[in-house]
């Protein structure tokens, strides 16, 4: 199973980006998927988060400036992100909590990270 996840780069403040991750393999379902971002010097946070059936979950940074859906049939999660902040900037990773073909338990995956930088 892998994450691959894309889009990230430099943008000017109040710029808009749009980030994505496949989800590949031998999946046998895919539960939620979501971003996560860290920044130098910080923890790992969650940016948002969507069920299979849709239903979203944005942390307070986020909110009215990034959108998360997905794509079940292509095992697919975007983040769209607006009105970019210096803040903003961060390597961001997706993560994906799914149950392989090969496997009786689930377990959370993640991509590889992409980094997204904000400045003018």
């Known amino acids: 199973v892998q994450l691959q996840a894309s889009g990230g780069g430099l943008v000017q403040p109040g710029g808009s980006l749009r980030l994505s991750c496949a989800a590949s393999?031998?999946?046998?379902?895919?539960?939620?998927m979501g971003w996560y971002r860290q920044a130098p010097g910080k923890q790992r946070e969650l940016v948002a988060s969507?069920?299979?059936?849709?239903?979203?979950n944005y942390a307070d940074s986020a909110k009215g400036r990034f959108a998360i859906s997905r794509d079940n049939a292509k095992n697919t999660v975007y983040l769209q992100m607006s009105s970019l902040k210096p803040e903003d900037t961060a390597v961001y990773y997706c993560n994906a909590y799914l149950l392989p073909r090969w496997d009786t338990t689930w377990g959370d995956y993640w991509g590889q990270g992409t980094q997204v930088t904000v400045s003018s």
């Open positions: 393999g031998s999946i046998a379902s895919i539960d939620v």
């Open positions: 969507i069920t299979k059936g849709g239903s979203t």
